[in-house]
């Protein structure tokens, strides 16, 4: 009996491990085609900023606020700039990494369903990156200050084979995970404290903004590909659940070979 409750112990943990592995695989190969992804948008360049430009146009024709604005008030305090680049470079890849692991040990039922809202989400991303290269605020003359570069620490190293694409704005892919980061907490989680977990949806807002990597429309565009993510996971789960069981027949079921039989078992079939 002990050896019984050990053997199927064992098999459960290398059921987690191999779930774990496979999991780990698959987001290893998603951050793998977004880094080459990265490759095919940075040719456009020229693209990129013409894009900026016509996008700053919409957002002071639709009197949105003035991210300039908003970075010269954050900064008006000191160690801001260097605190907002360490959230932006620190937070978003580990964030979401530590959502995932804490979906997967304690809610293992809800698991998939975030894993493909986050696939379906950066997958989404990666078109509009490709479709409609975007310079950011920093990098496109409108006079803010790039913090990355004059304060530090940087996502974007100068060596060619950096995995950040600088030219990739739109959508912001920091507030999609950051907004799914939120989504799934305040799902999944009980008591006051996932509030508090949920604030790194707007900090991060705010982040991507007075370090000028983001226009206010790349969240926005962000948070609808997310709206179309979490509809689409919905109607995969819905049709994961509906889908019929299909038992084999008792006819159809394999059974023994007389020559498989103990012998006892064989001498009463031949007496049957």
Request: hydrophobic share 55%; glycine share 8%.
């Amino acid at each position: 009996m002990v050896n019984e409750v050990v053997r199927i112990g064992q098999g459960r943990n290398s059921g987690v491990l191999r779930a774990l592995f496979t999991e780990a695989a698959l987001l290893l190969a998603l951050f793998a085609a977004y880094k080459w992804g990265r490759t095919l948008v940075e040719s456009g360049v020229g693209a990129a900023m013409a894009n900026a430009s016509w996008l700053w146009d919409v957002e002071r024709a639709l009197r949105m606020p003035d991210e300039a604005a908003l970075q010269d008030w954050a900064l008006g305090w000191g160690p801001a700039a260097f605190l907002a680049n360490v959230y932006y470079v620190g937070v978003h890849f580990p964030g979401t990494t530590l959502l995932l692991v804490w979906v997967f040990l304690r809610h293992r039922a809800a698991y998939r369903r975030v894993r493909n809202e986050l696939v379906l989400l950066t997958a989404a991303g990666m078109a509009v990156h490709m479709a409609f290269p975007l310079a950011p605020p920093r990098l496109a003359g409108f006079g803010m200050t790039d913090t990355m570069l004059t304060v530090g620490p940087s996502a974007y190293p100068a060596a060619a084979d950096g995995i950040a694409n600088q030219y990739a704005a739109m959508p912001s892919l920091h507030v999609g995970w950051a907004l799914l980061v939120a989504l799934a907490v305040l799902r999944l989680a009980r008591g006051p404290w996932r509030w508090v977990l949920a604030l790194h949806a707007p900090l991060t807002v705010f982040v991507v903004v007075i370090t000028a990597n983001h226009y206010w429309l790349d969240g926005v565009v962000a948070a609808g590909l997310l709206a179309f993510a979490v509809g689409v996971a919905a109607l995969i789960e819905r049709g994961r659940a509906e889908a019929p069981v299909v038992e084999m027949p008792r006819a159809a079921q394999p059974v023994a070979a007389a020559e498989d039989k103990p012998e006892g078992e064989r001498e009463l079939a031949a007496v049957g």
